[in-house]
């Protein structure tokens, strides 16, 4: 069954330093997300992105942020300057292939761990 | 206001037993969507049911159901028969406003007793 991979599954950084953390969506989606979740807290959205642009942002999404698409296949969130309060579990999710088709299905995530 | 509320921060039940999670909703938009996943302790979260607001019958996928009453705005799930792997942390959410994204409540932590 196709699933959502994420890249690396725990990653360990000093305050200031730029992470990248990788996803591969679901091969025929559409429709790509970045969530995250503090510890023991509930999911938040970070940023969809659809047909190489970014579709909706939240607060949280800011210019330390960004997304990009550099292939066919990959997914990545870049944080340019972590900050301790970056860390928390990075989910990335995909959806589609049609419109209507709304269901997101999660990778395992990606434990940055901030300090 | 909260969007999607969750007022059971855990539930225990035994196995084999049927168990509710409750969740309740607030959006003026008639189309959206409500998911519930499922999160171990190992982290993933996992697609569970699908309910869309125009859906006449509710959702039903093996063990797990919806109990969908829009009128009430409520969307709990209902597992059947649990089973000790059922324990984890269990989110609802919904996808309104005519955007994909997800807005998910606090969670409730199910434990499943032999």
């Known amino acids: 069954e196709p699933e959502v991979t994420q890249t690396p599954s725990h990653q360990v950084t000093q305050m200031g330093q730029e992470v990248i953390l990788r996803c591969v969506p679901i091969?025929?989606?559409?429709?790509f997300y970045w969530y995250r979740q503090i510890l023991g807290q509930k999911v938040e959205f970070l940023v969809s992105?659809?047909?190489?642009?970014?579709?909706?942002k939240s607060e949280i999404f800011d210019d330390q942020f960004s997304v990009e698409r550099p292939d066919g296949s990959n997914f990545t969130l870049k944080i340019r300057s972590t900050k301790l309060e970056d860390s928390a579990m990075y989910f990335c999710?995909?959806?589609?292939?049609?419109?209507?088709?709304?269901?997101?299905?999660f990778g395992p995530g990606t434990r940055l761990t901030v300090t | 206001a909260q969007k999607i509320t969750q007022t059971q921060p855990g539930m225990f039940v035994q196995e084999k037993e049927a168990v509710t999670l409750d969740c309740t909703y607030d959006?003026?938009?008639?189309?959206?969507?409500l998911f519930w996943y499922k999160q171990p302790s190992s982290g993933e979260m996992i697609f569970l049911i699908y309910?869309?607001?125009?859906?006449?019958q509710n959702a039903t996928e093996g063990r797990y159901s919806l109990n969908f009453q829009k009128a009430r705005k409520s969307a709990n799930l209902v597992i059947s028969a649990s089973q000790l792997g059922d324990s984890a942390m269990y989110f609802c959410?919904?996808?309104?406003?005519?955007?994909?994204?997800?807005?998910f409540g606090k969670g409730t932590m199910l434990l499943v007793s032999p």
């Open positions: 999710a995909s959806s589609g292939p049609t419109t209507g088709t709304y269901e997101q299905y």
């Open positions: 091969s025929n989606h559409l429709y």
């Open positions: 992105f659809y047909n190489n642009e970014i579709s909706e």
């Open positions: 959006t003026s938009d008639p189309s959206y969507g």
């Open positions: 309910q869309g607001s125009y859906d006449q």
């Open positions: 959410a919904m996808r309104d406003g005519g955007y994909s994204t997800l807005t």
